[in-house]
């Protein structure tokens, strides 16, 4: 169901629509499927969906603005069902010619494959998140320390934190029914971010675009599967 929202959203997000626009979509797909927002409520966020373009790194607050040509919009999501929470972004460029931002995207989307394929059964945590600084390092971009990923089930935010930088072997083990939210937040620029007024959108402190991705992934007996492939 995340899966299938956000492939709808992110489908709508052409030049002229508002960022309000996309929530009220996202509202209405997820009623459609007798399901909650995990997000509209969760610590007074306002909405069901996240949307955060450009310098905007998570968190963004849809509202009036309009989305442009040239500009690069990352959609988080969240889904409850049956009890139990999903929680997926993507990031679509909209006719971006830029070659460092396609640069970024493209970074970060295979920051999150390459984490993905990390995961397994008697693995470690960061080699998960060691995973993601590789990539993004490679690459000539940085990823965002002040946030990270996290376990995901019952409540949309549970053990353990799953940050995106860190030295392998590390941390909790990997075992089967454990279930990640997975999501590399990668910087064209440097690092830091900046918490705007509205205490929600995280911006990036140098004003350069950053892109975000997400799956929820579950640790299996032997393997591991992705549960939010649309
Ligand atoms: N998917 C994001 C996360 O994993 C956004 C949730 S924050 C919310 O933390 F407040 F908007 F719900
Ligand atoms: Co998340």
Redesign the pocket.
């Known amino acids: 169901m995340t899966a299938e929202v956000l492939r709808q959203v992110a489908e709508a997000v052409q030049p002229g629509v508002t960022t309000g626009e996309l929530d009220v979509l996202t509202r209405r797909l997820i009623e459609g499927l007798r399901a909650k927002p ?3 409520g ?2 007074g ?1 306002p ?1 069901a969906i ?1 949307i955060s373009i450009n310098d905007e790194v ?2 963004g607050i849809p509202g009036r603005r309009v989305v442009l040509p040239g500009d690069v919009v990352s959609l ?3 889904v409850f069902y049956k009890g139990f929470h999903g ?3 993507t990031t679509v460029m909209v006719g971006v010619t830029d070659p460092d931002v396609v640069r970024l995207v493209e970074t970060t989307k295979q920051a999150l494959a390459a984490a993905i394929a990390a995961v397994r059964p008697g693995g470690r945590l960061s080699d998960v998140s060691h995973t993601v600084e590789s990539v993004a390092k490679v690459s000539g971009c940085s990823v965002v320390r002040e ?1 990270v ?2 376990g ?1 089930g019952r409540h ?2 549970e053990e353990p934190q799953v940050p995106n930088y860190g030295l392998p072997g590390r941390g909790p083990v990997l075992k089967p029914g454990m279930t990640l ?1 997975i ?1 590399p937040m990668v910087n064209l620029g440097r690092p830091e971010v900046v918490v705007l007024d509205d205490k ?1 959108t995280v911006v990036t402190r140098d004003g350069k675009p950053s892109a975000h991705f ?1 799956h929820t992934v579950a640790v299996l007996e032997e393997s591991m599967e992705v549960l939010t492939l649309a």
Do not use: R
Request: proline content about 0%.
């Open positions: 995990s997000f509209l969760y610590h966020y909405a996240c998570i968190h988080d999501v969240g929680d997926s972004a946030f990923g996290h995901v949309l935010h939210a999501e929600w997400e």
